[in-house]
Structure formats: C-alpha cells, structure tokens
C-alpha cells in the first residue's frame, strides 16, 4: 500500500509548478520580444540604412570668446533697463569649456585651431590639415565623404580661408589660397559650398576658372543673390564675393542686398540636404565674428554674433525635426581680448562700475568701410565720415589719436579701422586688449546628440576625436592619412613677405 501524500505536500507541488510554468512563460515572451526587436532592426539596416547614420553639423564661431558671448548677450537689451536681461540661443547648449593653444605657442591661428578640430591633432600656426612635420593628414571630412555621406561647407570667409580649408584641403602654410582652391576644385568633393572668395576661382594669378574645372566635374556655380535664390541642385558652389562676404551691419545696408546671410545660406544649405536624403557632414562658419574683433569693432562684432545665433535657431529646429543629427558648437580662439569695462589712460576706472551698450547702437557701417572711404577721400572727411555712419562727433583728443595712429602705420588703412573701432568701444566703456588673437579657453555648445564625453574642460583634439571616434570617422581618418603620405607641398612662407601674417588682420 502507498503511503498517502499529504494536502499540504499537494498545494506545495502545485505551487512550484505553476512558479516554473510562469518562468518558462516570462522566458518565452522575453525571446519572441527580442526576436521582434531584431527583426525590426535587421528590416532597417536592410531597406534604409540612411536613416541609421546621425548627421553631423560641426560649427565654428571663429574669434569668438567667452566674453564675446556675454557682450552679445547684453548688448541684446541695450537700451532696456538693466534687469531686463536674456539668454541668447547658445546659453542653453553651453557643455564645457575648451583650450585652445597650438602645437607651437599658447595662442593659436585659425589654421592650427580648425586643423585640431578637422584632424584630431595639434600643429603649427598657418598649418592647413598637415602636421608639425607637414605631413598631410586626413580630415573628418574626407572620411565622412569616404564613407558615403554627403558634405557641405558654409561660411562668411573666403572658401579658402584658414577654417573651411583646413576641413577641405592639405597646404604648409594658409597663404596659398589659390592652392588651396585648386585643390578644392580639382581633388576634393564637397558637395556644397557656399561663401566668399570668389577671386581665388575665377581671378588667378594662374589664368585659370576653377569655377570651368567645377562645371566640367558636374557642379551648379553661383555668385550672385538673384542666382541664390534660384532652385539649386547639389553638387554646387555658390561663391558671392570676391574677398570675404560682407560684414552683417553692411551687407543689411546695401541696396540692393548683394550677397546672402550666414543664416540664408545655412537654411538653403540645410533643405537641399534634406532633399538629397542621405546622412550628412556640414561645416558651418561665422567667420567675421573674428574679424571684426580684429579691428575692435564691436558693434559689428555684436551683429556678426546675433547671425550666428539666428543660425544656431535654425540649427535647433532642424534637429527638432530631425532628431538623429549631432550639432557641436565651437570657437578656434578668442580674438581682441574684450571686456565689459575698461580702464582710462591716466589709470583709473569708471565709478560707478558700468560700460554703456546703448552707446553703440548709432553705428550704421563698419569701420573696414569707413576706414576705405576715409582712406579713398582724404583724412579731412575723418569727422563727417565717423558723424555720419557711426553718429558719433568726435572730440579733439579722439580725432587727434586717430591721425596720429594712421600716420605712423605702416598700413594706414587697417590701423585706421582699428583705432576707430577702439574709439567708438571707448564710448560704450569697452576695452580691447589686443588686434589679434588671445589664449583664453572658449566655450564648447553642443544639442542633439553628442559624446557623453563632452563636459568639463577638454583639449581642442579632443573635441574633435571623442566626436570622430563616436561617428566611426577616426580609421577612414588614418586611412587617409596614409593614402597622402607622398603629398608635397611649397615652403612655409616667412612673415615678412605675408602682410596678413606681418599685422595680423585676417588671422
């Protein structure tokens, strides 16, 4: 006779029963939702792997310091009471801080600080993609190319200045610009290019029409507003001055508008990558942000900012919409050394402590214009000149500083720009240090994606190969590097036989 279980033993076999058929359940459901999950994601990299690849939009607000953005901040509600104060579209995306020196000095060029972000490494000032050793070195670009994304630059500069070549060529020294644009024309591949410098392509010294060559290799050339505006088609370069592009506070007065926006290129620019439907690379550039710091302008350098921050709106909406795309914000190097405050020539300080942004709101020309005209018609129409188009008159002590300055330069012209932009700044109790570049470290934005990396204060490299490392750019990057290892190039040019070089203006 069996032995009898008894109820309790019966409850206590049920019940670990069912625990193990609800395991057994809960496993099942687990596999068939992760087969689901992989069925999902194989049917995408099969059909639409575009839609996998992030975008990335790289920009860089050349010469553009912390300070500078404090400036613009402020300068925003000049003429409002002092507690109605804003935030500009960059604060939300500020991440860390970034240091800037180069490879051969504590204040780097625009060459070495785009060179550092395009190739990951630092290297000599004037240096374009090339290393210490002039050896070539493949860009972020070049890769992003190689591995099938469509790539666009665009810019206030020249095209082949300092910034958008060191993404879009490989040269010993940044003055040979119309190198730089052969190769631009001849060996790379960028798919859209927008900016000045439309000289170096169609006005050489050489003879030659790079914008010919272009057509031959099937691009869409431009140089006029009307042809802007047009339905375009990629590839395309639209080069819209023969020198850089206006300053903003310029280019709003011409009449009628000559040239587009930095924010009008970058919407063209941005719709006709959507339309090309395929992952993307784009450098963007407010170039002039720095050079009106150069010249101590700081009217023009507050309106070269707020396009650029038009520019970071539609950056963001084009990320709201489309999600899937890295946007870093970067400067190569603070330029004029400006401050909010300064001290008068005897020593001393405003009391109270201020500086008056309302002071420079009368300002309707830069002074790179007033300085040509005042140059072009004789330093007698200095007064009226200034009166007119900066609405500033001008006291004796002012005037006599800048005739002095003009007569003792070697290049009237740009100490003229400098020293009435330093005038004019005076007046709203703003002070410049410098008619070149700083040292200071510059702020690092980013929105959207972005490395979890980015915090903190990070080396300029850095910036560009935690960023490069995640997009998957960094081998193609060294494989490209070796495939330019015969590249030659000319000599590095001495400073004495460069006046950009020799007084700093364009750096």
């Known amino acids: 006779m069996e032995p ?20 057994l359940i809960c496993v099942v459901a687990a596999g068939l939702a ?27 607000s050349d010469g553009f310091s912390p300070s500078s953005e404090t400036f613009a901040r402020t300068m925003s509600t000049a003429g409002s009471s002092i507690s109605n104060q804003t935030l500009l579209p960059l604060d939300s995306m500020l991440v860390g801080l970034v240091r800037t020196y180069s490879s051969m000095s504590l204040i780097t060029d625009s060459a070495a600080g785009a060179t550092a972000y395009a190739c990951g ?60 644009a052969d190769q631009q024309a001849k060996n790379q591949s960028v798919d859209l290019l927008f900016g000045g410098g439309l000289q170096k392509y169609t006005n050489r010294e050489d003879g030659q029409n790079l914008f010919a060559t272009m057509q031959d290799r099937g691009y869409q050339t431009i140089q006029t507003y009307d042809e802007f505006k047009e339905k375009l088609n990629m590839p395309v370069i639209g080069l819209f001055a023969e020198q850089h592009m206006s300053y903003e506070i310029d280019r709003i007065h011409q009449d009628p508008i000559e040239e587009p926006s930095l924010t009008e290129m970058t919407i063209k620019a941005l719709d006709l990558l959507k339309e090309n439907d395929n992952p993307f690379f784009m450098l963007i550039e407010g170039a002039r942000i720095d050079m009106a710091a150069h010249a101590h302008d700081a009217y023009t350098h507050y309106l070269e900012i707020m396009q650029y921050q038009d520019t970071v709106n539609v950056v963001k909406q084009f990320v709201k919409e489309n999600p899937n795309t890295y946007v870093v914000s970067v400067a190569d190097h603070g330029t004029g050394g400006i401050s909010l405050g300064q001290s008068f020539y005897n020593g001393t300080y405003p009391d109270p402590y ?22 072009e018609n004789g330093m007698d129409t200095l ?23 003009t007569s003792i330069s070697e290049n009237a012209e740009r100490s003229l720009r400098t020293v009435l932009g330093s005038v004019l700044s005076g007046r709203a109790e703003i002070g410049w240090t410098t008619p070149g570049h700083v040292g200071v470290d510059v702020n690092l934005y980013s929105y959207g994606l972005r490395p979890s990396s980015f915090y903190g204060v990070k080396e300029n490299i ?29 000599p590095i040019l001495p400073p004495e036989t460069q006046p950009n070089k020799k007084y700093a203006g364009h750096h």
């Not at 007064?383 to 300055?405: K, P």
């Open 4 to 23: 009898v279980e008894s109820k309790g033993s019966n409850k206590k076999r049920i019940a670990i029963a069912f625990f193990i058929c609800l395991a």
């Open 34 to 60: 992760l087969f689901s999950v992989y069925n999902e994601n194989h049917d995408e990299d099969s059909t639409t792997p575009s839609q996998k690849r992030p975008n990335v939009i790289f920009m860089i």
């Open 121 to 180: 490494l630092k290297t000599y000032n004037n240096a374009i993609a090339v290393d210490d050793n002039i050896k070539a070195q493949g860009t972020a670009m070049e890769a992003a190319k190689e591995q099938g994304m469509t790539t666009a630059i665009v810019t206030t500069s020249r095209i082949t200045h300092a910034t958008p070549a060191s993404f879009s060529s490989h040269m010993s020294d940044r003055e040979y610009e119309e190198e730089i």
């Open 354 to 375: 201020m500086w008056y942004p309302a002071n420079l709101l009368g300002q309707i020309k830069s002074t790179e214009l007033m300085a040509q005209m005042i140059i």
């Open 383 to 405: 007064n009226q000149t200034v009166l007119e188009y900066a609405g500033v008159e001008l006291t004796s002590d002012e005037f006599e500083l800048i005739t002095y300055a």
């Open 462 to 490: 850095d910036v560009g190969n935690e960023l490069w490392d995640e997009l998957g750019l960094s081998d193609t990057m060294k494989q490209i590097t070796e495939s330019l290892s015969d590249m030659t190039f000319p």
